[in-house]
């Protein structure tokens, strides 16, 4: 095996590609022998991104071209006590972020929702997607092509069901737009994210399809999925996890955390997250759910893109007499237990505070549960922004915490 030097000399002579190096040495000689030579050929020290706790072979099938590792700081938020259709009982939640008075933010939140003794939590839909568009001749075509899916949607998922042991296609709708045919397949991919299954599926039923129908292939993926982008269809239809989270607050209990009134959070929330958010034309309703979703997603090695379409949420919240009701709902959230970036040892880690590491029994229920989770944070981070700004001291906090 070369060594680091020898390899980042012979990348600069031109007789290995910079892609190459693991086929010439270990893994972590490679990214060394990288890292070198970008350290080099950029005047650069890189000490810091070298300084990385895991095997670099264990993050070959995460990354390309590695060079070494990004940390990012991880506080905890909670206790938080979740009673969900999967999830039970209390945990923490790790949160992987630089913006400093975030986790205080949602730990504020946590300390009101455990005073009411927790949070409700359900997923109301697993459906991951896929929507590959098709080329026809005209709109006749189109119809026939459309009548065939609803005819045979049951050869589309055996079809899709060879290439997997765990995922099972559930339903396939069709879009016609003139001589383009969409069809979005939606998958339970248990207690994966599920993306790359559902793209390997669906390429599956696409073949069968081409055979059995006029309908041209033009690309696996048509954006009506949509994946990573914001789409009003995941709203509506939702995307990964569907999830709603809600709490009740007396009226005690919102002045002793928050330091104002459940009609002052109720008038906050109207004004600001439901008016303010239609006049914007906003697809999200919410105050800052995505600050949740991202930093448990970096916490815990989800696809960090697809905060695009966590952060597609509605909150909702009620003066119901003396006490307040607050609740949001997640349309479009992605995540998985198993596959992708969870497998990493600080992503595996942070699983584990949250007791979701790896597959369920039965299978499906550890994602479900994560989103759950996901989804009381997400409460927690709304309650307490709501409240911040109810109160007027959003600014204050900050310049309290340094920020």
Not at 91 to 105: D, I, K, N, Q
Not at 148 to 157: D, F, G, H, I, P
Not at 255 to 278: C, M, Q
Request: with cysteine; charged share 20%; net charge negative.
């Amino acid at each position: 095996m070369s060594a680091p030097e020898t390899l980042a000399d012979r990348v600069l002579s031109g007789d290995l590609a910079l892609h190459e190096l693991e086929a010439h040495a270990d893994a972590d000689t490679a990214v060394e022998a990288r890292r070198r030579l970008i350290a080099q050929e950029t005047d650069t020290d890189l000490s810091a991104l070298g300084a990385y706790a895991f095997d670099a072979g264990d993050a070959q099938s995460n990354i390309e071209n590695m060079v070494g590792a990004v940390q990012i700081p991880v506080g905890v938020a909670g206790p938080l006590t979740v009673d969900g259709s999967s999830a039970s009982g209390t945990a923490y939640l790790p949160l992987a972020t630089t913006e400093g008075a975030l986790v205080a933010s949602v730990n504020r939140g946590c300390s009101a929702i455990q005073a009411a003794g927790g949070a409700n939590a359900r997923v109301f839909q697993s459906k991951m997607t896929r929507a590959p568009v098709f080329r026809v001749e005209n709109v006749h075509e189109a119809g026939t092509v459309a009548s065939w899916v609803r005819e045979n949607e049951a050869k589309l998922a055996a079809a899709a069901a060879e290439t997997t042991d765990h995922g099972e296609l559930l339903d396939v709708t069709p879009y016609v737009v003139g001589d383009s045919v969409f069809l979005r397949f939606g998958y339970d991919t248990k207690d994966a994210m599920g993306m790359n299954m559902a793209t390997i599926a669906t390429e599956a039923a696409c073949e069968l399809l081409e055979e059995e129908t006029p309908a041209d292939l033009v690309a696996l993926s048509g954006n009506l999925c949509s994946d990573k982008k914001p789409a009003a269809i995941n709203a509506v239809e939702g995307r990964g996890r569907t999830v709603g989270a809600d709490v009740v607050l007396t009226r005690e209990q919102v002045e002793d955390r928050f330091g104002t009134t459940p009609e002052a959070i109720e008038e906050a929330n109207t004004r600001k997250n439901l008016v303010g958010s239609a006049k914007a034309g906003s697809l999200g309703f919410n105050a800052h759910a995505a600050n949740v979703v991202a930093a448990v997603f970096l916490a815990t090695g989800q696809d960090a893109a697809q905060v695009v379409e966590g952060g597609n949420a509605i909150t909702t919240v009620d003066v119901r007499g003396d006490e307040l009701y607050a609740s949001v709902t997640i349309a479009s959230l992605d995540v998985g237990t198993v596959g992708g970036g969870t497998k990493l040892p600080t992503q595996n880690e942070a699983l584990d505070i949250l007791g979701v590491r790896g597959g369920g029994d039965p299978p499906g229920t550890n994602a479900d549960a994560f989103a759950e989770r996901i989804a009381v944070g997400a409460l927690a981070g709304e309650l307490s922004l709501l409240g911040a700004l109810a109160a007027d001291n959003l600014a204050s906090a900050h310049e309290q915490l340094g920020r």
